[in-house]
């Protein structure tokens, strides 16, 4: 059974910061003075505070030890700030007109005493966690160099049991958990969803026929398209950069191999032909050639393909078992899941150096997504029985865990940004 729904739900992400990063850049963000009775709920410097402590390349300093409280550049005495070891300071003052809040807020550099960022920004009264996210991403961006992502969503696949039955739910959120709506509903398992490069749709694995489909989600819309239905497995859905074409397993001609689907046409290449299981490809960053998980050398090994038609080469050797790829859009590295002393962790490889790097310590992860940044990473894993998404910095620095609220959570995919 399967139900379409676009609501609202309390069964939100929580949220757990577990490991901070010892280079992490003090950074103080001052509560916004307001003007106007604000929207109940969180305070946008609150979520602007916890956005750049989740990156795990900030450290804020709680408002109760700052000496002063001020809201613009007049009132801002450098020296305190560099009393207490702070190398940044946002500042800024909330309006409410109407049925809009505007933001008027400023970035210094304590050290040079200087405006490096200074804007006015306004959204609905009802959508200020909007407004606080963009106004992470330009602090983000004003400081490091690289755009920010708190203004992307997250994709996620939840699980509980209603009355025995398993009830999974594809559900859609802001990368720190909140605002969680459900997409879909069904009793039979719902896999990989995988985002379109503008954002606006999501394809995904369903077993709501009794077997594995392929659809695409129109998230404005609802409406939902059968793209792969062929006799045995359609799985690993992944989106070309231009969003014209699409990669997948199918095998239905007997032994699972890559393919990729033009959306349009509907026509099919087949990008692999090997007696062996060649599954999960994603675009490598020039959109290409692609990386993939294959077992043509005795066990799941990642495979990089410079262009259609090509012999695939192996790139992974540190284990036995590596797989899932997911490059970065940079073309630095490539993550994936890695077994070692039978452990499951997430690690990375170097694409110009091949040096391989284990990330994370947690021992059952599983289906790692990159930030459209490149600076951070999510992933499925258990911690003390408890099925939960993990965010670490992408050199593994840092650390924060998104329980569910019931129920498991899995198959993260990180939303694209969106101009």
């Known amino acids: 059974m399967l139900f379409l729904v676009v609501t609202n739900t309390q069964a939100e992400l929580l949220i757990r910061v577990t490991e901070g990063a010892d280079s992490a850049i003090p ?69 409410l007109n109407g049925d809009k809040v505007q933001a008027r807020y400023e970035l210094f550099d304590v050290n040079r005493e200087e405006r490096i960022l200074g804007e006015t920004a306004s959204a609905p009264a009802s959508n200020l966690r909007s407004l606080a996210h963009h106004i992470s991403d330009k602090v983000y961006e004003a400081i490091t160099g690289v755009p920010g992502a708190f203004s992307t969503k997250l994709a996620y696949v939840t699980l509980d049991r209603a009355n025995g039955q398993p009830r999974y739910r594809l559900q859609v959120s802001d990368i720190d958990g909140k605002r969680a709506r459900i997409r879909l509903e069904s009793k039979e398992p719902i896999l990989s969803p995988a985002w379109s ?27 939902r398209t059968k793209v792969a239905d062929f006799p045995g497995l359609n799985s690993a859905p992944a989106w070309s950069p231009d969003g014209q074409s699409m990669l997948m397993t199918l095998s239905k001609d007997g032994n699972a191999e890559v393919y990729e689907m033009n959306l349009q046409s509907r026509k099919l290449t087949k990008l692999t032909n090997h007696w062996a299981i060649d599954t999960e490809a994603a675009w490598d960053s020039s959109g290409k050639g692609i990386f993939l998980t294959s077992d043509r050398s005795g066990g799941p090994q990642i495979y990089r393909m410079e262009k259609p038609g090509a012999e695939p080469q192996r790139i992974t050797f540190g284990s036995r078992y590596n797989a899932r790829p997911r490059p970065d859009n940079a073309g630095n590295y490539v993550y994936y899941v890695h077994q070692r002393d039978r452990a499951f962790t997430i690690a990375r490889t170097n694409l110009k ?13 599983e289906s790692p997504s990159v930030s459209p940044n490149g600076r951070m990473l999510i992933y499925a894993t258990k911690q003390s029985g408890e099925s939960v998404l993990t965010v670490i910095s992408a050199d593994g620095g840092a650390a924060y865990s998104l329980p569910a609220s019931e129920g498991d959570v899995r198959d993260p995919a990180w939303g694209p940004i969106v101009r």
């Not at 305070?43 to 390349?57: N, P, R, T």
């Not at 009132?75 to 300071?89: A, K, M, P, S």
């Not at 749709?201 to 392929?214: C, Q, R």
Request: glycine share 10%; aromatic share 8%; net charge neutral.
């Open 27 to 95: 950074v103080s963000v001052v509560p916004f003075a307001e003007n106007g009775t604000m929207p109940a709920g969180d305070k946008v410097s609150s979520i602007v505070q916890a956005d750049l402590a989740m990156s795990g390349e900030f450290r804020p300093l709680p408002p109760e030890k700052m000496l002063s409280l001020p809201s613009k550049r007049s009132d801002v005495y450098f020296r305190d700030w560099r009393l207490l070891g702070q190398r940044y300071v946002l500042v800024g003052e909330l309006t």
């Open 353 to 365: 150096n091949g040096e391989e790097t284990v990330l994370t310590r947690t021992g059952s992860d």
């Open 197 to 223: 490069p503008d954002g606006k749709k999501l394809a995904y694995v369903s077993f709501e026929t009794g077997k594995p489909v392929i659809f695409v989600h129109e998230l404005g819309s609802g409406k």
